[in-house]
């Protein structure tokens, strides 16, 4: 699943300006932050009054009707949302100082600063350097366990996890530093782990760049308007598969973000357009896990040579595809499903392609269906296949928008304003920290632990799985890589890549557990315990039905068969 944001423009009407200090804010409804997702801001512009009732300058008011004025008005108090409101993915820090006033608790602020004081305590205890070089260890759990608490608390606490993550990183680093038998092998230990942090920063950026521009032209409405079928049984089927192929190439954020932004033009029904948006959720999880390219967690296993590309596919699509299928048969004899007595309408908007929308959805996906091939061919890191897309689609929208100051917005830099930067540094931060935990030991005890009291692999890989429906798992998949190394598990084991499928569909079991549920969440205002009475015991059962079919193929060796074939005997 996947655990990074992706801001996208849905449509050209988005504005992404500055407002004037004289215009109203005009804002979607409000939507609680989660730690999985803090999302660049999204606004809509205002639409244009008629041209008729606007006051010429010198005009006097009363040159205006007074049936326009009031037309005007009503418009205007329409539009103006109501205080505290705020874009369907933004974060917490966004909310204005009147609407802070308007919500203040006094339980949230002594929550706060109980957790300033713990950080400040723990900071204490880590200036004293002897007791540090004493106790690197637990003085290291402290400072991870201080500032895990402060991401997964974000919303209540109002601290935003890309800082508190830096912060985080920092600290254990000064640690190490303290604690290592020199301060030369602490800079050598940092100087390897910023190499191999910065392959997956460089990709990610990348990857989100592509995506930006592709949706900024409208690209995926190719893929979108295909999609003409209103019987709900077939639609739940439908928007399921599209999802889940759709999401293999792209993140699970974005995919869900298109999807469900369709489901709002296709199904009018309230109730049963959530009843796909959880399907949304679930097939984006389910797709994301069976390519290195479909989620953030797979994205860094593959990087750090945990997964190959083909044995990956081959080893993940038909778990991931059962993890599917069964939520989709169980969902299909529901009431919500057959209980609709008759078809959607067809009331789907049409919005225009930008021109040469159509290109750009080819160089973009290419793009990104190029990079596995990259790696094979040249042996180069995945990073730099991405960043070969990313300056072939770069010089093409120069190209094909040169001259046309009006589309400034569909050109890589105003792509590169809306991509989630923070979400980058908040990966930044995680993966500092945890290969600070790898370079002091401290994963490696835990691995031999786990090793000791859980000697299953399957049991393990398991449990990642569920804790990831509550916890990130881009920390925990991090924490993994650091305790168990290729030598225990060499690449393309049972065990990485039931790490990657159970990290990535587990999130699905909650609407909280991913950043495609968190986004579905606050786009059709779902409720938690909606989620949890209608979907999750669905999902759960995919997640199951996925791991005994892995366990099946494995044991069966029915994936053997594909390695006679030409095409999938490389990697």
């Known amino acids: 699943?996947?655990?990074?944001?992706?801001?996208?423009?849905?449509?050209?009407?988005?504005?992404?300006?500055?407002?004037?200090?004289?215009?109203?804010?005009?804002?979607?409804?409000?939507?609680?932050?989660?730690?999985?997702?803090?999302?660049?801001?999204?606004?809509?512009?205002?639409?244009?009054?008629?041209a008729r009732l606007e006051n010429k300058p010198g005009d006097p008011p009363s040159s205006i009707p007074r049936e326009a004025q009031s037309l005007s008005d009503k418009q205007l108090q329409e539009l103006t949302p109501s205080s505290g409101s705020?874009?369907?993915?933004?974060?917490?820090?966004?909310?204005?100082?009147?609407?802070?006033?308007?919500?203040?608790?006094?339980?949230?602020?002594?929550?706060?600063?109980?957790?300033?004081?713990?950080?400040?305590?723990?900071?204490?205890?880590?200036?004293?350097?002897?007791?540090?070089?004493?106790?690197?260890?637990?003085?290291?759990?402290?400072?991870?366990?201080?500032?895990?608490?402060?991401?997964?608390?974000?919303?209540?606490?109002?601290?935003?996890?890309?800082?508190?993550?830096?912060?985080m990183a920092v600290s254990l680093w000064v640690v190490r530093s303290i604690g290592?038998?020199?301060?030369?092998?602490?800079?050598?230990?940092?100087?390897?782990?910023?190499?191999?942090?910065?392959?997956?920063?460089?990709?990610?950026?990348?990857?989100?760049?592509?995506?930006?521009?592709?949706?900024?032209?409208?690209?995926?409405?190719?893929?979108t308007d295909n999609i003409t079928t209103r019987k709900p049984r077939t639609l739940l089927w439908v928007v399921g598969f599209v999802t889940f192929f759709l999401s293999s190439i792209l993140d699970n954020l974005t995919t869900t973000i298109i999807m469900v932004s369709l489901l709002r033009k296709m199904v009018p029904q309230l109730e049963f357009r959530k009843f796909l948006g959880a399907v949304v959720v679930i097939a984006a999880n389910a797709g994301g896990a069976w390519t290195p390219i479909g989620d953030v967690t797979t994205s860094m296993l593959w990087i750090h040579g945990q997964i190959s590309t083909l044995q990956t596919m081959k080893g993940l699509i038909i778990p991931s595809?059962?993890?599917?299928?069964?939520?989709?048969?169980?969902?299909?004899?529901?009431?919500?499903?057959?209980?609709?007595?008759?078809?959607?309408?067809?009331?789907?908007?049409?919005?225009?392609?930008a021109p040469r929308g159509q290109l750009v959805f080819a160089v973009g996906v290419g793009a990104l269906v190029f990079v596995p091939v990259?790696?094979?061919?040249?042996?180069?890191?995945?990073?730099?296949?991405?960043?070969?897309?990313?300056?072939?689609?770069?010089?093409?929208?120069?190209?094909?928008?040169?001259?046309?100051?009006?589309?400034?917005?569909?050109?890589?830099?105003?792509?590169?304003?809306?991509?989630?930067?923070?979400?980058?540094?908040?990966?930044?931060?995680?993966?500092?920290?945890?290969?600070?935990?790898?370079?002091?030991?401290?994963?490696?005890?835990?691995?031999?632990?786990?090793?000791?009291?859980?000697?299953?692999v399957e049991l393990i890989a398991s449990a990642i799985g569920v804790v990831s429906a509550i916890i990130d798992n881009v920390p925990l998949v991090a924490a993994t890589m650091g305790m168990y190394d290729l030598t225990s598990y060499p690449q393309d084991s049972e065990f990485w890549q039931l790490i990657a499928y159970c990290a990535g569909t587990g999130g699905s079991m909650l609407v909280i557990g991913s950043a495609a549920g968190v986004a579905f969440m606050g786009m059709e205002k779902v409720d938690f315990f909606w989620y949890l009475r209608k979907v999750s015991g669905f999902a759960f059962a995919g997640y199951v039905a996925g791991i005994a079919a892995y366990l099946a193929v494995h044991n069966l060796h029915i994936s053997t068969t594909l390695a006679h074939v030409p095409f999938f005997s490389g990697s």
């Not at 290592?180 to 989100?208: N, R």
Request: glycine letters at 6%.
């Open 86 to 167: 705020c874009d369907p993915l933004c974060s917490v820090d966004e909310t204005s100082s009147q609407d802070f006033e308007a919500t203040y608790q006094p339980k949230t602020d002594l929550l706060k600063a109980l957790a300033i004081l713990a950080a400040a305590t723990t900071g204490a205890v880590a200036i004293n350097q002897s007791w540090v070089a004493a106790n690197q260890d637990v003085a290291m759990a402290l400072l991870f366990g201080v500032g895990y608490a402060g991401i997964i608390f974000e919303e209540s606490l109002a601290f935003n996890k890309s800082g508190v993550g830096l912060l």
């Open 374 to 456: 990259f790696k094979a061919v040249t042996g180069l890191p995945p990073f730099m296949g991405i960043l070969l897309g990313l300056g072939v689609l770069w010089i093409l929208t120069d190209a094909i928008h040169y001259g046309e100051s009006e589309r400034q917005r569909l050109k890589v830099p105003q792509a590169l304003s809306r991509i989630d930067t923070q979400g980058v540094l908040f990966f930044l931060g995680i993966l500092l920290s945890v290969s600070s935990l790898e370079a002091a030991g401290i994963l490696r005890e835990l691995a031999n632990y786990l090793d000791a009291h859980i000697p299953n």
């Open 180 to 223: 290592a038998p020199s301060t030369d092998i602490a800079v050598s230990e940092l100087t390897h782990a910023s190499a191999e942090v910065s392959e997956i920063v460089f990709f990610l950026l990348g990857a989100m760049t592509i995506v930006e521009i592709v949706d900024a032209h409208q690209g995926f409405k190719l893929v």
């Open 321 to 353: 595809a059962v993890s599917l299928a069964v939520p989709l048969a169980l969902m299909s004899l529901t009431s919500e499903v057959n209980g609709k007595g008759q078809d959607s309408p067809n009331v789907l908007a049409s919005e225009q392609m």
């Open 1 to 50: 699943m996947a655990s990074f944001s992706i801001s996208t423009s849905l449509s050209p009407s988005h504005s992404l300006s500055k407002r004037s200090p004289l215009s109203p804010a005009y804002s979607r409804p409000w939507v609680p932050s989660h730690p999985r997702l803090n999302s660049s801001t999204w606004r809509f512009r205002p639409p244009k009054l008629n």
